[in-house]
T-cell receptor
Framework: EAQVTQNPRYLITVTGKKLTVTCSQNMNHEYMSWYRQDPGLGLRQIYYSMNVEVTDKGDVPEGYKVSRKEKRNFPLILESPSPNQTSLYFC????????????FGPGTRLTVT | RKEVEQDPGPFNVPEGATVAFNCTYSNSASQSFFWYRQDCRKEPKLLMSVYSSGNEDGRFTAQLNRASQYISLLIRDSKLSDSATYLCVVTKYSSASKIIFGSGTRLSIRP
């Protein structure tokens, strides 16, 4: 089954404790992206990757890091989480950038206290 | 001003009604346009792409007006299962890989 998986699905952590949210796709997609969704603000793009070892900032990259060492994986790293990073996070992939259908993972609900 | 703006709703309409949403975008050189559907606490899923000539998929019709910089979604003969949030999506011209989502329009269909 073609899918995008994220782990964990739910996470409660404390300020400053480094965490990683994993994202994996099995569709051989070149493009992957991370979004955060907050009430009233919709989905905002954090980082995206056009291919292995190619990443670029979206609209809200501050406080986040990503890496793309393999085509299928695109982890999101919060080196020092803060309460304003409490949000619902989605990973997505597509066969070719923004002009194509995005396939989303199920989401990760993160709470930073 | 937001780059992509939608009426947040909620739109509350009876089953069988026709409902229309608009979405405006600020960058006149935007390239690609989509409507996604998001059910409560779930991931967004593509509803349909929006082409310059307009396109239809069953009860759903999407149109693009580049001159006025808006896209629209029309739902005919609405069903209870159409209740969801509808997200307008625009790809920025400066980078085809930067994707801007509207904040969504909530639709509730009542029996």
């Amino acid at each position: 089954e073609a899918q995008v998986t994220q782990n964990p699905r739910y996470l409660i952590t404390v300020t400053g404790k480094k965490l990683t949210v994993t994202c994996s796709q099995n569709m051989n997609h070149e493009y992957m992206s991370w979004y955060r969704q907050d009430p009233g603000l919709g989905l905002r793009q954090i980082y995206y990757s056009m291919n292995v070892e190619v990443t670029d900032k979206g609209d809200v990259p501050e406080g986040y890091k990503v890496s793309r060492k393999e085509k299928r994986n695109f982890p999101l790293i919060l080196e020092s989480p803060s309460p304003n990073q409490t949000s619902l996070y989605f990973c997505a992939s597509s066969s070719g950038g923004g002009s194509y259908e995005q396939y989303f993972g199920p989401g990760t609900r993160l709470t930073v206290t | 001003r937001k780059e992509v703006e939608q009426d947040p709703g909620p739109f509350n309409v009876p089953e069988g009604a026709t409902v229309a949403f608009n979405c405006t975008y600020s960058n006149s050189a935007s390239q690609s346009f989509f409507w996604y559907r998001q059910d409560c606490r779930k991931e967004p899923k593509l509803l349909m792409s929006v082409y310059s000539s307009g396109n239809e998929d069953g009860r759903f019709t999407a149109q693009l007006n580049r001159a006025s910089q808006y896209i629209s979604l029309l739902i005919r003969d609405s069903k209870l299962s159409d209740s969801a949030t509808y997200l307008c999506v625009v790809t920025k011209y400066s980078s085809a890989s930067k994707i801007i989502f509207g904040s969504g329009t909530r639709l509730s269909i009542r029996p």
